[in-house]
């Protein structure tokens, strides 16, 4: 570098940034724009994709750790800097992090002039904005970055001890209802009640939204977490007293012991109570659960097949799979239609029973867009099957979400209309248990099919929810009785005339019965004595593909006729 006293400014100036550099979170920097050269703080190497903290030909440098869309803008702001237009730098922009992940950042910088006036040096300092907060002011306490950082400290190995995770329930009716102060005023509040209870040694930090996190590293036990849990909720309820009833709420906590944080790490710790905090929810709030490996594993297995599932759905329905079932005429013996069964494989899950993927589907809507594939299905093979067998009749099960969040009569009657199917040849299966709740959707629908001529099944008739109101609330066309109740008609006298009776009412209004569960020719024979309409069961044949079901079935009914 030329000049004496320029090269002792550069020299002090990077000093000045190495001593500062363990004191502040933040990062300083100088560019010596006489001699395109850089510095910048070292611990900006960890935090950034920064090779060197001093490198020479500046604007290719920055290419390195500034994010690609953002380069030519910082370039164009220090071009003003450098030649004398500006002399304050303030930039808001995107570095790269080691991960090559884009970190937002505010650089700002000043310039210092030579003793001719001249741009000698950019000094400035480089901060976060995207980063989360140390503090939360609202609560007054510290927060997530701070118990990161605590956590990092006592590593590498997490001490004996305990997490107790707390979130108010419900705390967005308090926001809605009382305003957004008022809730603020609630979150101090809680906090106040939890520090009131917590022991010497213990740390309390706030998190996310309404939540708050009690970190012992002192031994503690999940039972002492417990009792520590009832006490909050002690405190809380003596603060809604003290306030007059004004805001009614309660608290949930999800208890993790360290011995099982995984790898030790803070992101096990994040992730693992907010698990057990979202148990305590699940199971009703104002309570505490206790983290449980194989409710966790659970709670895993179920991300990963709502994860091949929704893979599955954009692939086509790669994966998923329709079968279908014989139901026999059982005056004649024969065919008369099938129950369409939806099956789902994938190679990360292997098969999966519809016991576990059905409710989930359910529970995250994509029963929606799934359920119209297999009434596709359904309409598709049942045209296909009527070359041989006329009045060949598919059933369709369909979920009450379906019905409550689709415009599932809508879809039928496209469907049917596009496959070129008689009405009465569908036959849409509604479960009764997903009617226990009055809904006009329901109604709708079964005044839908009605007017369409789409028949109407009742199934699962005989498992605990049966009432014999929804015979006249639904009108449906058929009743199938459940397997478990077939079974138990089958081995006792009482639940024998019990059904009996059922078939002979349901024969006197005029409506057809679907006997379910028939596996062997024994339980055919005694089941036929009570003359029921059509007959389903493993005597028949299994739930299978449309090849094989076209194969053991239609094929032979053909030969037959």
Not at 76 to 103: T, V
Not at 311 to 320: E, H, R, V
Request: charged share 30%; aromatic share 12%.
């Amino acid at each position: 570098m030329e000049g004496n006293s320029h090269g002792e400014n550069w020299e002090k100036f990077c000093q000045f940034i190495e001593v500062l550099n363990p004191c502040m979170d933040d990062y300083l920097y100088i560019f010596d724009i006489r001699e395109d050269f850089y510095a910048i703080s070292s611990g900006a190497l960890k935090r950034f994709k920064i090779s060197a903290a001093q490198f020479h030909n500046v604007s290719e440098g920055l290419r390195e750790f500034v994010y690609a869309e953002d380069i030519d803008m910082l370039l164009e702001d220090l071009a003003l800097m450098i030649s004398g237009e500006k002399d304050f730098h303030n930039l808001q922009y995107r570095w790269l992090g080691p991960d090559g992940k884009p970190i937002w950042i505010n650089c700002r910088g000043r310039i210092i002039k030579d003793t001719d006036g001249k741009p000698e040096f950019m000094i400035g300092c480089i901060n976060e904005i995207g980063a989360k907060q140390k503090a939360d002011n609202t609560s007054g306490l510290l927060g997530e970055s701070s118990l990161m950082s605590y956590v990092r400290e006592v590593g590498p190995r997490v001490p004996e001890g305990y997490i107790l995770r707390i979130g108010i329930d419900n705390f967005k009716e308090i926001n809605e209802n009382k305003g957004i102060e008022y809730g603020d005023m609630i979150l101090r509040k809680t906090a106040e009640c939890i520090e009131g209870v917590i022991q010497p040694g213990q740390k309390l930090y706030r998190m996310v939204a309404d939540e708050f996190m009690v970190i012992d590293f002192q031994g503690g036990s999940t039972k002492k977490a417990h009792k520590l849990y009832k006490k909050i909720c002690q405190k809380v309820e003596e603060f809604i007293e003290q306030n007059h009833y004004e805001a009614v709420y309660t608290v949930s906590g999800g208890i993790l012991s360290c011995s099982q944080i995984q790898d030790e790490s803070f992101s096990s710790i994040m992730k693992l109570s907010e698990f057990a905090l979202n148990e305590a929810k699940r199971k009703g709030k104002n309570r505490s659960y206790i983290f449980d490996e194989r409710d966790y594993k659970e709670f895993l297995r179920k991300k990963e097949l709502l994860s091949e599932m929704r893979y599955a759905i954009y692939d086509d329905y790669k994966g998923f799979e329709v079968h279908f079932q014989p139901i026999v005429d059982a005056k004649i013996g024969k065919l008369a239609s099938a129950e369409t069964l939806l099956r789902f494989h994938s190679e990360v899950t292997g098969a999966v029973s519809p016991v576990e993927f059905i409710p989930l589907l359910e529970e995250t809507g994509l029963i929606i867009p799934v359920g119209r594939w297999v009434l596709e299905q359904a309409c598709s093979r049942c045209r296909e099957i009527q070359k041989y067998i006329p009045d060949f009749r598919v059933s369709v099960n369909l979920s009450y979400v379906q019905v409550k969040k689709s415009n599932v009569l809508k879809e039928i009657t496209s469907m049917i209309e596009k496959y070129e199917l008689n009405p009465r040849n569908l036959i849409v299966e509604l479960t009764e248990s997903g009617f226990l709740e009055s809904d006009s959707n329901f109604r709708k629908l079964c005044d839908g099919l009605k007017e369409s001529g789409v028949a109407l099944a009742l199934d699962d008739f005989g498992t605990g929810y049966s009432n014999f109101h929804y015979l006249y609330d639904l009108g449906p066309n058929i009743i199938k009785i459940d397997r478990s109740f077939t079974v138990k008609a089958l081995q006792n006298d009482y639940e024998h005339g019990l059904l009996e009776h059922i078939i002979q009412m349901i024969h006197s209004i005029e409506l057809r019965i679907c006997i379910e569960g028939i596996e062997t020719e024994e339980e055919l024979a005694k089941i036929n004595k009570l003359e029921p309409d059509y007959i389903q069961g493993y005597f028949f044949g299994r739930p299978c593909p449309y090849e094989t079901f076209y194969e053991n079935h239609v094929k032979v009914a053909e030969v037959e006729e």
